[in-house]
């Protein structure tokens, strides 16, 4: 096969659009750039004023853009249990831990098994019974009442 055995096309490329010549009625005169002015010109750049706006307004205080890279995203939330329940759940002079919650049904033990789930004593209130809390955080309100009633409390 030879180059002049090739048919040409029927339709030839549409010849290049030379702009802003002659007075026709599509790409004369300004040529589609509008009317005439600063914008109307060959290199015009001019400063976006959205920018100008936003550096204009103050900075406030907040979380900042690398605030992603401090946070722990993994640490699960702890399960708040007020003191009245754990009244509730306990007999005076038990010892509280972890498995005493799942046992109790406070944590399910499908999520204990797969992480630690941190549980924390909250809540003003009152307590009646002595009880003994180990490897469970307290608020200090929680712990002041714990205390108060002849029970112990120890990270």
Known sequence: ??????????TLKRP???VGRGQSSTR???????????????GNKRRPELRD????????????????RTVVGTRADAIAVSIERLSALFES????TRASFVEKGV????????????????GP???????????????????AAIEKAGGSVSD
């Not at 004369?28 to 060959?42: D, E, H, I, N, Y």
């Not at 706006?53 to 992603?68: A, E, Q, V, Y």
């Open 107 to 122: 944590i399910k033990g499908r999520a204990a098994h797969r992480r630690e789930v941190p549980v924390k004593i909250v």
């Open 28 to 42: 004369g005169k300004q040529s589609g750039r509008g009317g005439k002015g600063q914008t109307a010109r060959a």
């Open 53 to 68: 706006i936003i550096k204009k307004l103050p900075k406030r205080r907040g979380f900042g853009k690398n605030r992603g």
């Open 1 to 10: 096969m030879q180059l002049h055995h090739i048919a040409r096309p029927n």
């Open 125 to 143: 209130g009152s307590l009646d019974k002595k009880l003994s809390l180990k490897g469970i955080a307290a608020t200090a309100s929680a712990r």
């Open 16 to 18: 290049y659009r030379r």
């Open 93 to 96: 002079g038990a010892t509280v």
